[in-house]
């Protein structure tokens, strides 16, 4: 009784120190993102421009899991930690505690950014916090769809995006293919994110991801911008959540059937060429 007691405990602690390292690497991750938003809008593109945003996030994303990796493997992604569930690699208290941090650290970022800028904030919007129009600052916190976007291609939008994503980040951590050094991992992790947000953020400004867009929408709702964020664009807000998430299954089956199966473990493939080597001589 005593050792399973113990074993709990240590379940228990494990968990919760993932899910603050999740918490820790999603904060870290959207105080750059958002911040950069931030200082693009608010400064009328006197302060940055798009690609700023693109290496924010960049930058975000590579601290965020240099800070997480170690601990938790730095999912800093509901729709990689859903995947990763389904898969059968973590178990559902581990999925919960995983969303959970990263929505703690979300929600966090963007209450965090709202402070750093909130003089600016209200100077800009002289008080009114709109989702649209010229004084519009919703756009700073979470996504919303290009005017001329229709719904649907906004949908197929966040859906390839993090087919990419996924594909990436497989790519990145695959030890049966070709597995970039450990050291390197988060950095070109940071770039994957970047090279999305350069070539496909044009529609919805890329969330590709329910952590990043949701919790700080949550904010905004709370923080004056009212329910409007959630009516806005069609009740556009549950698309940054189902499409990465479906988005994200549909890449990991799309790597499993051209890379994964037909894969071998790293030593199998050593051993392999060793004895075809002593054949050869």
């Known amino acids: 009784m005593l050792e399973k007691t113990k074993k709990l405990l240590r379940i228990r602690n494990s968990t919760i120190r993932e899910m603050l390292a999740e918490a820790l690497g999603t904060f870290i991750l959207m105080v750059f993102g958002l911040s950069s938003v931030a200082q693009v809008v608010l400064g009328k593109g006197n302060s ?41 690699n973590i178990s559902w208290m581990t999925l919960a505690a995983y969303i959970t941090g ?9 209450a965090t950014v709202f402070a750093l800028y909130y003089d600016a904030i209200y100077d800009y919007t002289k008080g009114n916090l709109t989702v649209s129009g010229p004084t519009a600052t919703a756009m700073i916190f979470s996504t919303y769809p290009a005017p001329n976007v229709s719904l649907q291609g906004a949908f197929f939008t966040e859906f390839t995006a993090t087919v990419m994503l996924i ?23 940071g770039m994957l994110v970047l090279g999305i947000g350069l070539g496909m953020g ?12 949701l919790p700080p929408r949550i904010f905004t709702a709370i923080a004056g911008w009212g329910m409007a964020v959630f009516t806005a664009e069609h009740s556009w807000w549950w698309v940054p959540v189902a499409a990465p998430t479906l988005g994200c299954l549909f890449g990991v089956f799309i790597y499993k059937l051209c890379i994964d199966f037909h894969n071998h473990p790293v030593h199998d493939t050593e051993h392999e060429k060793e004895q075809a080597g002593m054949e050869t001589s």
């Open 167 to 189: 594909l990436g980040v497989m790519v990145i951590h695959d030890e049966k293919n070709n597995a970039a050094i450990k050291g390197a991992q988060p950095m070109l992790t």
């Open 102 to 110: 990263q929505f703690l650290g979300s929600f966090t970022a963007a």
């Open 202 to 213: 044009l529609n919805t400004g890329y969330a590709i991801n329910p952590s990043r867009d």
């Open 48 to 88: 940055g421009h798009y690609l700023s945003i693109n290496m924010a996030f960049g930058i975000g994303a590579t601290l965020g899991v240099y800070a997480a990796g170690g601990v938790s493997g730095a999912h800093l992604n509901a729709a990689i930690t859903i995947t990763q569930c389904v898969l059968g």
